[in-house]
């Protein structure tokens, strides 16, 4: 599954450069929550300046970290609104899980029907004809692995249409 890219975004990019913290009280060293700034934030404010190529999945696990950073260390960020501004960013660029039902469901239908469009019209000894041609081990082995799936199909499409 290619995941979706995210795209810059200067107006959050400067929010995110330009925020300030609170730090809490004997919580952590101010040189320990840069090390965690620069880990966590610095990433993200270099991928919504355009500098830094990062999937949608790849940012949401650096927001929460800064979240949970944030939440344990510091008393809090001067802007306000900047967390829940970064992930709607992050949410507009997330694919969506694959559902591959329809791909198959689909895919089996199109066989079905090119199968029972082939055949109709065919008398019945004409259809086993098809079904025993391609039976044959070695013309469905040789187009492995349609010609496999062309001999179930027909012989699927062959009890339906009696």
Request: proline content about 5%; cysteine-free.
């Amino acid at each position: 599954m290619t995941e979706m890219m995210m795209m810059p975004d200067a107006g959050l990019a400067d929010r995110l450069l330009d925020v300030r913290y609170s730090v809490a009280v004997g919580q952590v060293e101010s040189q320990a929550l840069a090390g965690y700034d620069a880990a966590e934030r610095s990433p993200l404010q270099r991928a919504a300046a355009g500098e830094l190529a990062m999937s949608a999945p790849q940012a949401r696990r650096l927001r929460i970290a800064w979240r949970d950073t944030i939440a344990s260390y510091t008393a809090g960020i001067s802007d306000d609104t900047l967390l829940a501004d970064l992930e709607a960013w992050i949410e507009r660029y997330v694919k969506p899980p694959f559902d591959p039902a329809p791909v198959a469901e689909a895919l089996i239908a199109d066989i079905a029907s090119v199968t029972r469009e082939r055949l109709d019209g065919l008398s019945r000894d004409e259809r086993i004809a098809v079904q025993d041609y391609v039976g044959q081990e070695d013309a469905w082995r040789a187009h492995a692995p349609y010609g496999y799936v062309a001999n179930v199909a027909v012989g699927a499409a062959l009890r339906d249409l009696g």
